[in-house]
T-cell receptor, first 112, second 118 residues
Framework: SQTIHQWPATLVQPVGSPLSLECTVEGTSNPNLYWYRQAAGRGLQLLFYSVGIGQISSEVPQNLSASRPQDRQFILSSKKLLLSDSGFYLC???????????FGDGTRLSIL | AQKVTQAQTEISVVEKEDVTLDCVYETRDTTYYLFWYKQPPSGELVFLIRRNSFDEQNEISGRYSWNFQKSTSSFNFTITASQVVDSAVYFCALSEAEGGTSYGKLTFGQGTILTVHP
């Protein structure tokens, strides 16, 4: 069966520090991968999605970037975190459009 | 542009009551998919159901049922005989599929916080 792993579960970072969140999927190949952010416990906003290795599409301009170095690995990064980057970050995968997306457990990011 | 509206911000019920969560969507596409997800306090999103725009049959799964009304662009979710474990945030979401270019991107509503009291 397919599983998705996301880490770390929680992260506290100072303003201006870099960020790297990792997400991996097991049990499937060539998944669509997604990064979402949920601010203040409500409403999910799609940040990035990827349909293949090295293929990244950004949905909103922001301080973050994403990369997909391997088929089942999706990384969310920032060179310098802002206070507004705080939130709950969720990674998701789907086998193909329009299959449902399956989500990881999320990372709670707090910026001090 | 597509949009999903969950007008109920918070709902509070007592155990064993029935509760309906409303979802209204907007889309210009004729082919689209609707989803419901549950987010318990632990934070992960749990997939509940997917419905495509050509299938207006209502669906029942245990205590859960979904009513899809294309004429009113609504996809409502009813929990029968609610239980404390149903307490969570529930999200309705929409994915457009016209021309196969949506890549499964989901547009979420703002969510409804459901609290079931014992």
């Amino acid at each position: 069966s397919q599983t998705i792993h996301q880490w770390p579960a929680t992260l506290v970072q100072p303003v201006g520090s870099p960020l790297s969140l990792e997400c991996t999927v097991e049990g499937t190949s060539n998944p669509n991968l997604y990064w979402y952010r949920q601010a203040a416990g409500r409403g999910l906003q799609l940040l990035f999605y990827s349909v293949g290795i090295g293929q990244i599409s950004s949905e909103v301009p922001q301080n973050l970037s994403a990369s997909r170095p391997q088929d089942r690995q999706f990384i969310l990064s920032s060179k310098k975190l802002l206070l507004s980057d705080s939130g709950f970050y969720l990674c998701a995968w789907s086998s193909m459009d329009p299959q449902p997306q399956h989500f990881g457990d999320g990372t709670r990011l707090s910026i001090l | 542009a597509q949009k999903v509206t969950q007008a109920q911000t918070e709902i509070s019920v007592v155990e064993k009551e029935d509760v309906t969560l409303d979802c209204v969507y907007e889309t210009r596409d004729t082919t689209y998919y609707l989803f419901w997800y549950k987010q318990p306090p632990s934070g992960e999103l749990v997939f509940l159901i997917r419905r495509n725009s050509f299938d207006e049959q209502n669906e029942i799964s245990g205590r859960y049922s979904w009513n899809f009304q294309k004429s009113t662009s609504s996809f409502n979710f009813t929990i029968t005989a609610s239980q404390v474990v149903d307490s969570a945030v529930y999200f309705c979401a929409l994915s457009e599929a016209e021309g196969g270019t949506s890549y499964g991107k989901l547009t979420f509503g703002q969510g409804t916080i459901l609290t079931v009291h014992p």
